[in-house]
């Protein structure tokens, strides 16, 4: 017998390399009854996490969701009179509000860090307003975009670091959205963008979900929803399956799920 274990193939799927040594991923949500998302953007919690809140408020789980700037450095924004780009602001405010109630979300908080500089902000800034959220909510658990920020945005990347950080301290898990390195590298391939996918080793939640809500809640971003994003051919190849990781894993002896 050999002293490697290896893992037995499920649902027809197989190790993709020779150093997966871990089991495979779970198909289940962590048990988490109260669950903070702590976003950079208004359109983040519905274009990212849309599916993967849904499943959570499906199971039971009571949703919070901390967002840290108002969106008001939108591309969007360069085609906008100046007055239009005045009320953005209050726009993506308004579409989140929507789109919070569409995927069931309890309370969405706005914080007016400034979009796009998340990570120039002093240091503890971002973190003071996690804390505040997970003071009030005392979540059982955090979702974040990985911390690589996903879709090579760097306010992404500075949410999800400063949550962290947060949850470090105070003994939170944390789990990660993720993309597959084979769609990161496609959708980089076709769109010229920047991606940061993760090898199916580094994967720990493979989640079977239902877009329906993710997409009514996308519609309420109407400011940013637009034909041909991006954002379309990644629902397309991720079809229903979303991806975590561990970011802060539960303690030990605590079963994820
Ligand atoms: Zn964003």
Do not use: K
């Not at 893992?7 to 495979?24: E, W």
């Not at 003071?135 to 945005?153: I, K, N, S």
């Amino acid at each position: 017998m050999s002293a490697t274990r290896n893992p037995v193939p499920q649902d027809g799927q197989v190790p993709q390399d020779g150093q997966r040594d871990q089991s495979h991923p779970s198909d289940r949500l962590p048990a988490w009854q109260r669950v903070l998302v702590v976003v950079a953007h208004p359109d983040d919690e519905s274009f990212g996490l849309g599916a993967v809140i849904d499943a959570f408020v499906t199971a039971g789980a009571q949703v919070e969701v901390l967002c840290l700037t108002m969106g008001e450095a939108s591309t969007l924004a360069e085609g906008l009179s100046p007055q239009s780009v005045g009320e953005l602001p209050a726009m993506r405010a308004q579409e989140l509000a929507r789109a919070a109630d569409l995927l069931g979300v309890r309370r969405a908080t706005l914080v007016r860090h400034p979009d796009g500089a998340l990570g120039q902000q002093p240091a503890g800034a971002l973190e003071a307003d996690v804390e505040a959220a997970v003071d009030r909510v005392a979540p059982h658990g955090l979702v974040v975009f990985d911390t690589t920020g996903v879709t090579g945005h760097p306010d992404h990347a500075a949410a999800s670091l400063a949550a962290e950080a947060v949850a470090r301290r105070r003994g939170i898990p944390v789990v990660g959205w993720v993309l597959p390195d084979a769609v990161a590298a496609s959708l980089r391939q076709e769109y010229g963008i920047g991606m940061d996918g993760v090898d199916p080793a580094a994967v720990s939640v493979d989640l079977r979900v239902s877009r329906d809500r993710q997409l009514q809640a996308i519609a309420a971003h109407r400011s940013q929803a637009v034909p041909g994003s991006v954002l379309w051919r990644r629902l397309e190849l991720l079809g229903d399956h979303e991806y975590l990781r561990w970011i802060v894993e539960p303690p030990s002896g605590v079963a994820p799920n």
